[in-house]
């Protein structure tokens, strides 16, 4: 069985810094690029990073570039989301999804982890 | 990027009834569409993918069309488990992007 379990999440102070990580098992993750997806209150669902199935290139949404930084262990199985230079417009619930090379959907999600950004 | 538009935001729907979820891309996206169902505090689950193919273990009652930049969601018989929120998402070109969500209640 899949199990994404995502941990780290909590209160920060604007400007502050949180770093998130993702523990994956259940499937060959190293076949599959990963990605961070939130959701803040209320709203909808953001696409935030991703990162190869190698880890050689990640990709953010614009909003996050340069404060944000994506990272894997394939030997862990494990993700990390830096996050830095917090926002309240970053409070959200993080998700890690899966989701193999190309135009293929997220097939697996974890739980989420809750951000809060204030002060 | 893909803007994506869902319609309508909200309903209110009663068990058996029939319903229809629209989604509307900014451009053409071919079939490259997919829709998740979320329940509050819980993560997404994918319902449908490509556009039409049902994703393994979700109820026939489920089903998607569409191509271009037209496209819907279905549910034949609504049942009580399929209260949710309804997101789609297109998989044409990163950055991959969502619809607002359409919540369904019970009337």
């Known amino acids: 069985e899949v199990h994404l379990l995502e941990s780290g999440g909590g209160l920060v102070q604007p400007g502050g810094s949180l770093r998130l990580s993702c523990a994956a098992s259940?499937?060959?993750?190293?076949?599959?690029?990963m990605h961070w997806v939130r959701q803040a209150p209320g709203k909808g669902l953001e696409w935030v990073s991703s990162?190869?199935?190698?880890?050689?290139?990640?990709a953010y949404t614009d909003s996050v570039k340069g404060r944000f930084t994506f990272s894997r262990d394939n030997s862990k199985n494990t993700l990390y989301l830096q996050m830095n230079s917090l926002r309240a417009e970053d409070a959200a619930v993080y998700y890690c999804a899966a989701k193999r090379e190309g135009s293929s959907p997220f097939d697996y999600w974890g739980q989420g982890t809750l951000v809060t950004v204030s002060s | 990027d893909i803007q994506m538009t869902q319609s309508p935001s909200s309903l209110s729907a009663s068990v058996g009834d029939r319903v229809t979820i629209t989604c509307r891309a900014s451009?053409?996206?071919?079939?490259?569409l997919n829709w998740y169902q979320q329940k509050p505090g819980k993560a997404p689950k994918l319902l449908i993918y490509a556009a039409s193919s049902l994703q393994s273990g979700v109820p026939s009652r489920f089903s998607g069309s569409g191509s271009g930049t037209d496209f819907t969601l279905t549910i034949s018989s609504l049942q009580p488990e399929d209260f949710a929120t309804y997101s789609c998402q297109q998989s044409y070109s990163a950055p991959w992007t969502f619809g607002q969500g359409t919540q369904m209640d019970i009337k």
């Open positions: 990162i190869s199935a190698d880890g050689s290139i990640t």
């Open positions: 259940g499937f060959t993750f190293s076949n599959y690029a």
């Open positions: 451009q053409s996206i071919s079939t490259y």
